[in-house]
């Protein structure tokens, strides 16, 4: 859908001049997202690709983005770990197009160029040309050199078996990216033990891809819209509960204490009297409550049974009691997104937790017991913004400012992300709006 909006040249409009009345323009203008493209994921930023128990041995692809742009993360003969731009070198074809396998080179069909997993150009029909009646016709220019050919390389990090890439070669390096308060939830989860692949949900979503990243940094909703959520104790308003934010405040952890199951009383009681609690609601199958305590979930003297990690801009990081997976947001345009979940668990895991891991997953991904209702209501506020994109969405539970918090009852986590946004999007062009990318 078209909009008529103004161009990203032209000033938003915010109401009350800081970041608790969204104007809709933010997520309807095409002009305004490629500038976000080009600001927030292929500039200054780490995106997630993947884990690396997704390609565990040499050879292993997997087919991902960043952004909108097709990448390769690949695992070469030596173990090393590279992402590269899924674009040949030659005529600029999308040359791969399975979403993952095992090969010791890639081969562009339209030509035949082929690369190493690494990126290295290592082949190309005809160079020297066709020997032809005592001649050689056509060939490459003499001084065609195929180190000057390779596909574009990103940056790449790994932490935890997580893997990052940037296009953006002078990125801060991934820890200060993070920053001290987010890092300590990644490498709560991701401690250093090996990773296991447990499966994926896949899904597109017909809403602006930052409607995802708010969704997770909304902690007001899970209590209301969430029947699960609020009847079965899982995530509501009473939890013992925080929010954090690195200092830039585009990234962020919701961190909650599942709290008892059933109806609440005394002061806590309207946490309990809205239309989504179901106080007969019960389960077929109660496994799906199976919840077993972990020793990585300790922190200090708490004992987080869901924490939700987002990562500015690209992926999001759950634990919700015994499940964990990541959540990868792939923009397609201002209106769409898809969005890829990654069901994993760990190495030393018993038979047992990884049935519970598998089984508790099914709250989540796109016929989710949950995440279902997260899905329907980012396409329906999607439709009203593209029908009034002069409008603007109010962000103000809990106030208008931006800061970390020991409940819930907030919007905080919205406001600090269109701060960040604000920041990076009104800052002053620089001498050049093309990304730093690297063939070396």
Request: one cysteine or more; proline letters at 6%; charged letters at 25%.
């Amino acid at each position: 859908m078209t909009s008529a909006t103004a161009c990203p040249s032209e000033p938003l409009l915010w109401e009350s001049g800081g970041t608790s009345r969204i104007p809709f323009a933010v997520y309807t203008d095409a002009q305004r997202h490629q500038r976000e493209l080009e600001r927030f994921f292929y500039r200054g930023h780490w995106c997630y690709v993947g884990l690396e128990a997704e390609i565990p041995n040499p050879g292993d692809f997997k087919r991902t983005v960043v952004g909108e742009r097709s990448v390769i993360m690949t695992r070469a003969a030596d173990g090393a770990i590279h992402v590269v731009e899924n674009v040949c070198a030659h005529r600029g074809m999308r040359f791969c197009r399975k979403r993952q396998g095992n090969q010791t080179e890639f081969v562009c069909p339209y030509h035949q160029w082929s690369y190493a997993p690494n990126g290295d150009l290592q082949g190309v029909p005809f160079r020297r040309g066709v020997r032809q009646g005592g001649k050689v016709n056509g060939g490459m220019p003499a001084d065609f050199d195929p180190k000057d050919h390779a596909l574009t390389k990103l940056k790449v990090a790994s932490r935890g078996g997580v893997v990052f890439a940037s296009f953006d070669h002078g990125v801060e390096p991934l820890e200060e990216f993070m920053g001290p308060t987010i890092l300590a939830y990644f490498d709560r989860l991701f401690n250093g033990r090996e990773l296991t692949l447990l499966g994926y949900n896949r899904q597109r979503i017909p809403g602006n891809w930052k409607l995802m990243q708010e969704n997770i940094k909304d902690p007001y909703h899970p209590g209301l819209l969430h029947t699960w959520f609020v009847t079965f104790g899982l995530w509501r308003a009473d939890n013992q509960s925080e929010l954090r934010m690195d200092r830039h405040h585009r990234h962020a952890a919701m961190i909650s204490t599942r709290g008892s199951m059933g109806e609440a009383s005394g002061g806590a009681a309207q946490v309990t009297q809205v239309s989504s609690f179901k106080d007969k609601m019960q389960l077929e199958d109660p496994r799906f409550l199976d919840i077993v305590p972990e020793p990585w979930w300790q922190m200090g003297e708490k004992m987080p049974t869901a924490v939700m990690t987002t990562l500015f801009p690209s992926v999001v990081l759950q634990q919700q009691v015994n499940s964990v997976s990541t959540r990868h947001i792939q923009p397609d345009g201002h209106g769409a997104f898809d969005f890829v979940w990654t069901h994993f668990g760990f190495a030393d895991d018993t038979p047992e937790m990884t049935e519970r891991r598998l089984r508790q997953s099914n709250l989540f991904g796109p016929a989710g017991f949950v995440s279902a209702d997260d899905g329907e209501v980012i396409e329906f506020s999607q439709q009203a913004f593209e029908s009034k994109p002069q409008h603007r969405a109010l962000a103000e539970l809990g106030g208008r400012e931006v800061g970390d918090t020991d409940h819930m009852v907030t919007e905080t986590l919205i406001r600090g992300m269109y701060r960040y946004w604000r920041e990076v999007m009104e800052a002053p062009e620089p001498v050049s709006d093309t990304p730093s990318e690297t063939k070396s």
